[in-house]
């Protein structure tokens, strides 16, 4: 699995855990899902993805969005 696609699975799995947490356990859950989201709209204008950094780190192959 390319470093792309880890990030997008990651992203995935974070927002439906967050919202399955919002709905389920506390509505302050949704900050939770705020920074989420947040953090997708900064890296899609500066490039940097704290989570793609992780993941380059564990040795992760890498794609074409995260150079």
């Not at 880890?6 to 389920?24: E, I």
């Not at 859950?29 to 490039?47: D, E, K, P, R």
């Amino acid at each position: 699995m390319s470093l792309d696609r880890s990030v997008l699975l990651f992203a995935g799995v974070m927002t439906l855990l967050s919202v399955m947490l919002t709905a389920f356990v506390s509505t302050y859950f949704i900050w939770f899902t705020m920074f989420i989201g947040a953090n997708l709209i900064q890296s899609s204008f500066t490039g940097f993805c704290p989570a793609a950094s992780v993941f380059r780190a564990l040795g992760i192959k890498k794609g074409c969005a995260f150079e």
